[in-house]
């Protein structure tokens, strides 16, 4: 046990290390380690808000919860021994979560106001706000949503303090029934033996909730209601559909302002408004989450796929297919079938079941398994552009971003132990450069072993420390996920951020001990006996249908002209150069440049509107004068005229900025 007054001598590093041996002090004390390091000391039982007004006036205003130990608590919380503090403001995320789900508690109160038949289902924060779901009469209205609103922002006016009580079960079961919530009555009954029942209570309203919530109404300055859609109870079809509200709030106007406006530019680069305006892809009735690729997308998607295939030779990869439909055995022997079944589609062949593959891994398992491997053989790196379907519910498909069949861009990397941090390094490595070169910044996060998961304890701690072992070698910060991991290993993952600010995450690292068991997969060590390897899954686009959807909204359909399935339209001003038009044509087509004519009898400065509307890159405009002197006059997408030029200097202008896949 280590002295309290020499700990205070340490550097700031090493205090945070040796806090958690701190005891508490005699005489009611507790010591109370801040984020910075420093240490405060208190009496037992102060509530959290007096230790914040304590250390910052500024920061008690902003606070809106706080973390002891890593656990979210309410401001309200008592210190009962010694503690890691963590005050959270608005700026942090599990600030943020606090602040909305204590805003859909307000919205909750608004609607028991307005309409007091109202039952309430549940009401979470969610990534970017809140929602709460109601057991109403008839759907919500625009009109109901906007007095809803109205009345939210009376509620922050009365400024309420949110309160925390605890019943008994039984008690709490007769609470919710008497006020004739029996979706609450529901949750109750799924609350483990033994686990506390919470409620909260501001002004006349209450709802069970486990917390935490902000000390009262009055800190969300400003709300928003953004729409309402049907919600089945608990995601399934089988059970009453609810009215699900979303809104999202903030601390600040200018906040909310600034949101609203983002969202505004979302809307104008929603891919699927987009992919149809710019006739890339297409989805039907005749199969709903199945996209049908147009032959302007399917350039776009050849580009990607030939990119990937060359950067991958060039690490080492080599590429194979597997089937699509491969037999129940297989899928019990991977583990999918005990934990993946309810998001697979199966069929009978020759009386036999069948499954559709939800994922590439076993087929790379067969294909390893095909003959024997010497520790000289690895690593190992396969890769595959394999199509996959997974069972969605229709209420979440979303355009490319969420469908029912996609192809992954998979790879399997079998190695020997000793291989492993170099193999995640090199996946690190190509990560960064494929997201470098769309532009994206990105942020790396780290998911443990869920409940639901496959393997021992002591593979799990080897394989989730192979990877922070890696990320700390690259340098990069990480934030762990708790749980979060496939069933059969830990994970890394990279979030994308695109050209306004949004996360998308798509790369994925993990690293699997469990497959090369569960396939009996061996190598023969330089000692002559059979050893086991040890596996990556990894994707890099993650899926190539949502990639695309990210990248049609991050570049709001106006692609970089390596991309862009048209690259240059060629203008005509009168028919006399019709002729020069498709010699100039014929000459880019050489070239491998992407080009199509506008030879229609319109004005130019139609032809020029028409091309602009398309997000065509490069537009060259022919009249009579170009054919004469043999040139072309240029414009340029987002740049204007930029004027007449040989047709070689253009095309060396243009092949160059294809070359080095220029997105600017």
């Given at each position: 046990m280590c002295n309290f007054d020499v700990a205070m001598g340490l550097n700031k590093y090493l205090q945070k290390i040796l806090t958690i041996f701190i005891r508490k002090d005699e005489g009611g004390m507790v010591n109370v380690v801040l984020k910075d390091g420093s240490v405060r000391q208190y009496p037992e039982g102060t509530a959290i808000a007096d230790i914040v007004n304590d250390i910052s006036k500024k920061l008690a205003k902003a606070a809106v919860a706080a973390q002891v130990n890593g656990r979210t608590v309410d401001l309200s919380a008592?210190?009962?021994?010694?503690?890691?503090l963590n005050i959270l403001t608005f700026d942090d995320d599990e600030g943020k979560k606090v602040f909305w789900h204590t805003s859909s508690h307000i919205m909750a109160q608004a609607v028991k106001r307005l309409f007091p038949d109202a039952k309430l289902a549940i009401g979470p924060a969610i990534d970017n706000g809140f929602y709460y779901d109601f057991d109403v009469e008839k759907p919500f209205s625009p009109e109901d949503l906007q007095a809803i609103e109205e009345e939210m922002n009376r509620i922050v006016k009365e400024d309420l303090t949110l309160e925390r009580f605890v019943l008994p079960r039984e008690q709490a079961v007769e609470f919710m029934k008497e006020r004739g919530e029996l979706y609450k009555v529901e949750l109750i009954g799924d609350i483990p033996e033994g686990a506390e029942i919470s409620f909260y209570k501001q002004g006349d309203f209450v709802d069970l909730c486990s917390g935490p919530h902000l000390p009262s109404t009055g800190m969300v300055k400003a709300i928003k209601l953004l729409s309402v859609a049907g919600a089945y109870w608990r995601g399934d079809e089988k059970n009453k559909m609810l009215q699900r509200i979303y809104g999202v709030s903030f601390p600040k106007k200018s906040q909310l302002d600034e949101y609203l406006q983002r969202l505004e530019e979302a809307k104008k680069r929603d891919h699927r408004k987009l992919g149809k305006e710019l006739d890339l892809f297409s989805l039907h009735e005749e199969g709903p989450g199945f996209p049908f690729f147009h032959p302007k997308g399917m350039i776009i998607r050849n580009i990607l796929e030939d990119f990937w295939r060359k950067e991958h030779y060039r690490r080492g990869y080599q590429e194979i297919k597997t089937p699509i439909i491969l037999n129940r055995d297989l899928w019990i022997r991977s583990g999918h079938w005990d934990h993946y079944r309810e998001n697979m589609y199966f069929t009978k062949i020759d009386g036999e079941d069948y499954a559709i593959k939800p994922m590439n891994c076993p087929g790379s398992m067969i294909?390893?398994?095909?003959?024997?491997?010497?520790?000289?053989?690895?690593?190992?790196?396969?890769?595959?552009?394999?199509?996959?379907?997974?069972?969605?519910?229709?209420?979440?498909?979303?355009g490319l971003m969420r469908v029912r069949c996609f192809t992954q861009d998979d790879a399997h990397i079998f190695m020997l132990p000793e291989q492993i941090k170099d193999e995640i390094l090199g996946v690190i490595d190509l990560v960064d450069y494929f997201y470098s070169i769309f532009g994206f910044k990105y942020h790396v996060e780290l998911s443990t072993r869920p409940e639901n998961s496959m393997g021992s304890d002591e593979d799990w701690e080897r394989a989730t420390n192979a990877l922070k072992e890696a990320l700390e070698a690259k340098g990069l910060e990480y934030k762990i996920n708790e749980g979060e991991g496939a069933f059969y290993g830990p994970k890394i993952d990279f979030h994308l951020e695109d050209s306004i600010g949004r996360t998308w995450q798509c790369g994925t690292i993990q690293l699997d001990f469990q497959m090369p068991e569960r396939f009996d997969l061996t190598y023969v060590g330089p000692d002559g006996e059979k050893h086991r390897p040890v596996m990556i899954h990894r994707v890099v686009f993650g899926s190539i249908e949502r990639f695309i959807g990210i990248l049609i909204e991050h570049f709001a359909g106006a692609f970089p002209t390596w991309l862009a399935p048209v690259q240059v339209r060629i203008l005509t001003?009168?028919?006399?150069?019709?002729?020069?038009?498709?010699?100039?044509?014929?000459k880019l087509r050489d070239a491998d440049i992407r080009v199509e004519t506008d030879l229609r009898n319109e004005k130019i400065g139609y032809k020029v509107r028409e091309a602009q509307l398309e997000k065509i890159p490069y537009m060259l405009v022919l009249g009579d004068k170009e054919q004469e002197n043999g040139t072309v006059a240029v414009r340029a997408r987002g740049k204007g005229d930029l004027g007449a030029m040989s047709l070689d200097e253009f095309m060396d202008m243009i092949l160059e900025e294809i070359r080095t896949k220029s997105i600017n």
């Open positions: 008592k210190l009962h021994e010694d503690c890691q294909l390893y398994k095909r003959k024997i491997h010497s520790y000289r053989d690895l690593p190992l790196r396969v890769a595959e552009l394999g199509l996959v379907h997974r069972h969605e519910l229709s209420g979440v498909l979303h001003i009168t028919d006399r150069t019709n002729a020069y038009a498709e010699e100039v044509a014929q």
